[in-house]
């Protein structure tokens, strides 16, 4: 045996990345494609980075945009966060399963300035609980000032997005994401919907590796569902009534995301940064105890 063959016999064999390692290089790149293409949009601001550390384990790239041309606010945050759930939570997301968690994920909220512009959020993640393992997700949009054509836009990208993987997805997440997006205390929903999933499990109709395939596509299918949107309605005129309009709107934002939103509760119980889990919240959101229409814009003159 040469020394070449003795040395190659004695190396310890190249081991395969995990699915938590490829899917967190995954949400890394996404976040990276994102942001990249909202700066390209903008023009005149970039992303901050701030990156953190978790104490008690993991950390994250938290990336705001603000004072745009086109983006009033917005994060894009990338975590990887490890350690010991607290009792209750990690009772209440999978009973049975010990402590031991681990988490990473890619979240986003965009709040653009004009009001004809709608504000978006999407989210991808992949957890694992004791031995049990699971990914959630999804993107829905929030216009102050509905355009058929852009809901339709929206939910049509995304129907292709579901379809690849299972003629059942699309109709499935939409309904899920119906009910979880709804406000009951105001008996209104926060905006046109999208897809929203949780708790996608290998069982005998998947796997994991499936799971992963259709979220990767659902993760890069955001871009094409909402650029076109935003590129569309960021020159549409709109004058003071439209802004105040927008800015109660985003209270509404604000009440389901402090009461409602799971994630926002995962983030604050499991001690992750609030800063960064919070980043979500609108700029010059209105707390207005007035019953406001949305006003009727007049038609332009042609």
């Known amino acids: 045996m040469t020394a070449t063959e003795m040395q190659s016999s ?20 996404l976040q990276d494609e994102i942001c990249s293409a909202l700066e390209q949009l903008d023009g005149a601001t970039r992303f901050r980075e701030d990156l953190w ?26 975590s990887s966060v490890h350690g010991l759930m607290p009792e209750k939570l990690a009772a209440r997301m999978m009973p049975g399963e010990d402590r031991n968690f681990h988490a990473t994920g ?10 004809m512009v709608p504000t978006v959020h999407a989210n991808f993640r992949y957890l694992e609980q ?29 129907k292709a997005a579901c379809d690849e993987h299972h003629p059942d997805y699309y109709p499935r997440f939409k309904q ?27 069982d005998e109709h998947t796997n994991l590796e499936a799971i992963f ?16 949107i935003v590129e569309r309605r960021q020159h549409e ?3 003071e009534a439209e802004r105040e309009f927008q800015l109660i709107r985003r209270g509404r934002y604000v009440e389901f995301n402090l009461v409602y939103d799971r994630g926002t509760v995962f983030g604050l119980e499991t001690r992750g940064r609030t800063e ?9 959101p209105s707390g207005s105890m007035t019953i406001v229409r949305r006003p009727v814009r007049a038609k332009p003159k042609r």
């Open 237 to 239: 005129p709109y004058g």
């Open 276 to 284: 960064s889990i919070l980043m979500s919240l609108p700029p010059w």
């Open 176 to 202: 899920w994401c119906d009910e979880y997006f709804f406000l009951p205390h105001r008996n209104e929903t926060r905006g046109v919907s999208g897809i929203f999933f949780d708790y996608l499990k290998a």
């Open 213 to 228: 395939a259709f979220v990767q596509t659902a993760g890069r299918a955001f871009l094409p569902a909402y650029l076109p």
């Open 106 to 115: 890619i979240s986003l909220v965009i709040h653009p300035r004009n009001p």
């Open 53 to 78: 550390e978790r104490e008690g384990g993991g950390g994250g790239r938290t990336r705001v945009i603000a004072d745009g041309r086109v983006f009033e606010k917005g994060g894009v945050n990338f």
């Open 130 to 158: 004791g031995s049990s393992a699971w990914f959630g997700g999804g993107a829905d949009l929030t216009p102050y000032y509905p355009y058929r054509e852009d809901t339709i836009h929206f939910h049509r990208t995304l």
């Open 10 to 29: 004695e190396a310890p064999a190249a081991t395969s990345p995990t699915l938590r390692e490829r899917a967190e290089a995954f949400f890394k790149t």
